[in-house]
């Protein structure tokens, strides 16, 4: 069974600080996804990552893919109480889209 | 451009009912899959389906059934309700390609209460 890590599962900081979540695993994905869950809807997708070592950029948001495969992060510059929600990392295996907990992040005015 | 629609949103069952969620999609994927969300645990997969006339199970399908006649709908069944399947429920879509899938659309889900 493929199992993703994902940390911290809970954070609250002040706007304008950065942030990092992170997203382990001992399993090889083919892709990475992010997705970010407000209350009552489901998940919406951020971004995909394909290639190790790969970073892609949403704006304030910077995604990385690890080299191996294995692991990804989300860092996210001078925070903002718009990018309070649910964050969730998402690996692809064969047939099959493996979740993390999750990250309940919370951007204090 | 409905996407994912799931019906009903909310239910509440007593112990031993059945029910089906509905779940629909208007974007011709091929791939379709049903999750439960409960707090802490991330998105556990229940079932999936390549294709039409395809399923297979994914990490907890005790209890659930699921069918997909069409490409559109995959509906997933409860056969005898228990307080444990009292969850939020996702259904999921997306397109395939070579080594890897794009993005999965989810709908809105349903919360479902087991009394």
């Known amino acids: 069974t493929q199992l993703l890590e994902q940390s911290p599962q809970f954070l609250s900081i002040q706007e304008g600080e950065n942030l990092t979540v992170y997203c382990n695993s001992s399993?090889?994905?083919?892709?990475l996804q992010w997705y970010r869950q407000e209350p009552g809807e489901g998940p919406v997708l951020l971004v995909t990552?394909?290639?190790?070592?790969e970073v892609k950029k949403l704006k304030r948001l910077t995604f990385q893919f690890g080299d191996a495969r294995k692991d990804s992060s989300l860092h996210i510059t001078a925070a903002q109480p718009g990018d309070t929600g649910l964050y969730l990392c998402?690996?692809?295996?064969?047939?099959?889209?493996?979740f993390g907990q999750g990250t309940r992040l919370t951007i204090n005015p | 451009n409905a996407g994912v629609t799931q019906t009903p949103k909310f239910q509440v069952l007593k112990t031993g009912q059945s029910m089906t969620l509905q779940c629909a999609q208007d974007?011709?994927?091929?791939?379709m899959s049903w999750y439960r969300q409960d707090p802490g645990m991330g998105l556990r997969l229940i079932h999936y389906?390549?294709?039409?006339?395809?399923?297979d199970q994914g990490e907890v399908p005790n209890g659930y059934n699921v069918s997909r006649s069409t490409t559109e709908d995959f509906p997933l069944r409860l056969l005898s309700a228990a307080p444990s399947q009292t969850s939020v429920y996702f259904c999921?879509?997306?397109?395939?390609?070579?080594?890897?899938?794009?993005?999965?659309?989810f709908g809105s889900g349903t919360r479902l209460t087991v009394v």
């Open positions: 389906s390549v294709g039409a006339g395809i399923t």
């Open positions: 974007m011709n994927h091929e791939y």
């Open positions: 990552v394909v290639t190790g070592g």
């Open positions: 999921a879509s997306s397109r395939q390609g070579k080594s890897f899938y794009y993005g999965y659309t």
């Open positions: 399993s090889v994905f083919s892709s």
């Open positions: 998402a690996g692809q295996g064969a047939q099959k889209l493996v």
